[in-house]
């Protein structure tokens, strides 16, 4: 699995908080680390859930897929509206409704590595005030650009542990 682009437009000008460089540098390495985290299973073990758990590795690795879209999406939309209302949505809804029981996990790596590669690139060439632009989450209430960046990099940690722990069984 590929690696996130270096900036390429205004090489050599960094413009990128310190405070979110370790939460940027975690959000960007998470294709590669998901990718690690489910490399060298089959069937059997993409489907597999621990007793009495309704979630297969499978089933995590669509949901952060899908759940990448929305996050695509709510950045753009904070930065380019003023304090726009977020799009949310229902896990365990899109879960039945969208068959991830069907649906291919090679098409869910490879979609959730170029949505969230895509936002990097938008996200690195963002000016410190467009930081602290809002938007208003269906749950969470008013957030902040750095705070939407904080949540998908800890969304996804939480996932990776929850495959480790049903690889280990």
Excluded at 71 to 96: C, H, I, N, T
Aim: glycine share 8%.
């Amino acid at each position: 699995m590929a690696a996130f682009p270096p900036r390429t437009h205004n090489a050599g000008v960094s413009r990128f908080p310190a405070h979110l460089q370790e939460a940027f540098a975690r959000f960007t390495a998470q294709p590669t680390l998901l990718n690690e985290a489910v490399s060298g299973l089959g069937a059997g073990g993409l489907n597999r859930r621990l007793p009495g758990e309704d979630w297969s590795i499978r089933d995590v690795i669509v949901h952060l897929a899908d759940s990448e879209l929305v996050a695509a999406v709510r950045f753009r939309m904070v930065l380019s509206e003023d304090a726009p209302a977020l799009p949310g949505y229902d896990g365990e809804a899109w879960k039945r409704r969208l068959h991830y029981l069907w649906r291919s996990p090679e098409t869910a790596l490879s979609l959730f590595q170029q949505v969230r590669f895509s936002s990097g690139e938008i996200l690195q060439q963002c000016e410190a005030a467009a930081w602290a632009r809002t938007g208003l989450h269906p749950t969470a209430g008013q957030v902040t650009l750095a705070a939407m960046l904080e949540e998908a990099a800890w969304h996804v940690e939480d996932h990776l542990g929850q495959i480790a722990k049903i690889r280990a069984g």
